[in-house]
């Protein structure tokens, strides 16, 4: 049975909040713990971004990502990068079929919404770009032919921080790319218990089935993009923006698709949690995950141990933050 409810004009009155809870409560069925993990991953999904997981190994990275692939009635590929891992086994290529005296394109894995791209730091700088177009873009070029990619088209990438030898980071136009980069962590003493407890037997990812239909998730993504910001919160985001490009210890501030990132990132966030509009605490909530893989810190403040993240930590609580008064929005 279908989980829409659709209007006299064919509008899906389904709301954001109600879908991203039904899909967080399926992959909560396998992830244990790691709650604004999940909505954060919802948050890239809504807002056709994409997700760099970034953590230790054995984390649940890949597992997280399977469970959100089970919990969409989407096609999913995954793709195991290595050194020897070449564009075309990415893209497609060509292959010459007698039957038809010609050329027949086979795609490769990248053709299909929900893409796992599993240690992309293994894979070479030749190889990670192929994937650039395809993100940005929405589309694959093959031998001069541009072919578009299904929709929604999501690609989420895990990479292990902590293992440098035979890998190639990925650089900052790439980084770019990625709507939201997010750790998991290491699990509580309870949940790391009631982790065993639910993989005793078996794991709960053979049992997990679709819980979203993909048009319902395509109106989702256009029901998000009509949550309203008040100036005056869109004036403490550009604010936010504007701070990590002034900033002394910042070398390369956020750019102006930076902008756009945290902006979109923040109206899926409030519609997730079923507002109408965005407040400045949902600007906070999303801003390390948007944020600071773009950031590039000046060599003075690395060898001071400082990170991106503590930086824009430092400027969340320094700038000043729009509160409601009455009707308006006054500065405090």
Request: proline letters at 8%.
């Amino acid at each position: 049975m279908s989980d829409r409810t659709v209007n006299d004009e064919g509008i899906n009155n389904d709301a954001p909040a109600a879908l991203a809870r039904r899909v967080s409560e399926a992959v909560s069925q396998v992830i244990v713990g790691s709650r604004q993990t999940i909505e954060l991953l919802l948050v890239a999904l809504f807002a056709d971004g994409h997700v760099l997981l970034d953590d230790v190994p054995g984390i649940g990275k890949t597992t997280m990502a399977k469970a959100l692939a089970r919990s969409l009635g989407c096609t999913f590929r995954r793709i195991q990068c290595s050194p020897d891992l070449t564009p075309t086994d990415i893209i497609g290529v060509s292959i010459y079929d007698q039957r038809s005296a010609g050329f027949v394109f086979h795609p490769g894995p990248i053709n299909a919404q929900i893409l796992l791209v599993d240690e992309i730091n293994r894979a070479t700088p030749r190889t990670q770009s192929a994937l650039l177009e395809a993100m940005e873009e929405r589309q694959v070029t093959a031998e001069g032919e541009t072919r578009p990619l299904p929709r929604p088209f999501l690609v989420i990438a895990t990479q292990n921080p902590v293992e440098m030898e035979g890998t190639f980071p990925l650089p900052e136009a790439q980084l770019d790319r990625f709507l939201l980069r997010l750790r998991i962590g290491y699990p509580s003493e309870s949940d790391e218990h009631a982790l065993i407890a639910r993989f005793r037997e078996a794991s709960p990812l053979a049992e997990l089935a679709p819980v979203l239909e993909t048009e319902s998730l395509l109106e989702a993504q256009r029901a998000c993009r009509t949550i309203q910001m008040d100036p005056s919160v869109e004036g403490y985001l550009v604010a936010l923006i504007r701070a990590t490009r002034a900033d002394p210890a910042i070398e390369l501030g956020a750019s102006p698709r930076a902008t756009l990132a945290l902006y979109r990132a923040s109206q899926v966030l409030a519609a997730i949690r079923g507002r109408p509009f965005v407040l400045p605490d949902d600007i906070k909530t999303v801003a390390p995950s948007v944020l600071a893989h773009r950031l590039v810190l000046n060599p003075q403040a690395q060898l001071r141990g400082r990170d991106a993240e503590h930086v824009l930590a430092d400027l969340l609580d320094q700038l000043p933050v729009p509160v409601e008064d009455d009707s308006p929005l006054t500065a405090r």
